[in-house]
């Protein structure tokens, strides 16, 4: 875009300075009244498109200005987004290894009191079996 501005400002200025310089060629060869007010009335054309080129050109850059300093937020917020999904990916993992071991330890504690019921329902049995052979 600024490009475009300055081919554009680039353009009108050598064509206002050719419009000058032929201005003051056609004195020395007797311009006539009406030419000189039309170059004048071109030139004053001119350089109002300048003047709105520049205008467009200093919009388009604060245009610009405005998206990339949006642009440097989103990378932030974009940053920050990755930083706490790390976080939580993390967690999330701790979490499954406890409830993993948390899960063996349950297993290993039903192992355990089957075993205490089974050795004490044996018990029991041989208990009642002695007694009633008494």
């Avoid at 709105?52 to 989103?74: F, I, T, V, W, Y």
């Avoid at 990916?89 to 019921?117: H, P, S, Y």
Wanted: aromatic share 4%; glycine share 4%.
């Amino acid at each position: 875009m600024d490009i475009l501005s300055l081919i554009v400002g680039f353009a009108a200025g050598a064509l206002i300075g050719f419009m000058l310089a032929k201005l003051l060629f056609d004195r020395h060869r007797g311009l006539s009244k009406e030419d000189a007010d039309r170059l004048h009335a071109e030139m004053s054309i001119l350089q109002v498109e300048k003047g709105k080129s520049e205008e467009r050109s200093a919009l388009r850059d604060e245009q610009l200005a405005r998206a990339e300093q949006d642009l440097a937020a989103e990378r932030s917020a974009l940053l920050q987004a990755r930083s706490a999904l790390a976080v939580a990916e993390t967690d999330i993992k701790n979490a499954q290894e406890k409830l993993l071991g948390q899960k063996e330890q349950v297993r290993d504690l039903q192992d355990q009191f089957a075993a205490a019921f089974k050795n004490l329902a044996n018990d029991i049995l041989k208990k009642r079996a002695a007694s009633s052979r008494n």
